[in-house]
């Protein structure tokens, strides 16, 4: 994917960072040391993202190199390099799809399935209905709860084609699942359930996620 073809081609005029998050930038700068404030471009940045429904205009990108004392091109290139960062509009639920080896293994491809039959999009497109946008990424970090899909902030994991559906329904609904595993599983445990001493407790946790997964699905 080049860089022209992740950056808007509507762009605002104007960007300047609300009150609040000057007051936010203050405090991450005055965590470096001087002349090492360049440090600060990854929280700026998601900052500027936070702020401008959950993407960046290029404003936004040379008034952060401006205050960081940067290279444009050196602000651009970090928020070209992460998946994190988002260079034109996505929809409401920004879903980010990991597909690397071990998510493949556990199935990722069905979960992107699920997502294509639904929505009838691919990696980098947005749903007709303007709320959905998705995003195929190199590994999130969970392998031992694969597949894993990011939701805005959140994780979800062991998906499958059944519960990757179920999710976006909630995710349509406004009532989202609980975030985490979709088998309730605790922490990493196995799949069988705990195997430790604290196999009651996490008995209990995985009972309690289940009830609240029927309880929404009910709504």
């Known amino acids: 994917m080049s860089i022209e073809s992740r950056i808007a081609s509507n762009q605002p005029k104007s960007f300047k960072f609300s009150k609040e998050n000057e007051a936010k930038i203050k405090r991450v700068i005055a965590k470096y040391p001087k002349g090492r404030q360049a440090s600060a471009v990854m929280p700026l940045l998601d900052l500027a993202q936070r702020q401008h429904d959950n993407w960046i205009p290029m404003k936004a990108i040379e008034l952060i190199a401006s205050k960081l004392e940067m290279a444009e091109i050196r602000v651009l290139e970090v928020a070209t390099f992460y998946t994190m960062f988002n260079l034109k509009p996505v929809g409401q639920f920004f879903l980010q799809a990991c597909t690397t080896t071990p998510c493949w293994l556990r199935g990722s491809d069905e979960m992107m399935r699920a ?105």
């Open 115 to 219: 997502i294509k039959d639904r929505y009838n999009i691919s990696s980098g497109e947005i749903s007709a209905c303007g709320r959905f946008s998705l995003l195929e990424v190199e590994c999130l970090g969970a392998c031992v709860n694969a597949p894993i899909l990011q939701v805005n902030d959140d994780f979800y994991e062991d998906l499958d084609y059944q519960t990757t559906i179920e999710l976006l329904e909630s995710l349509e609904s406004g009532a989202p699942l609980p975030v985490g595993s979709v088998l309730g599983r605790s922490g990493s445990e196995a799949t069988e359930g705990a195997t430790t001493l604290a196999s009651i407790k996490s008995k209990k946790a995985a009972a309690r996620a289940a009830k609240k997964r029927s309880s929404a699905n009910a709504k």
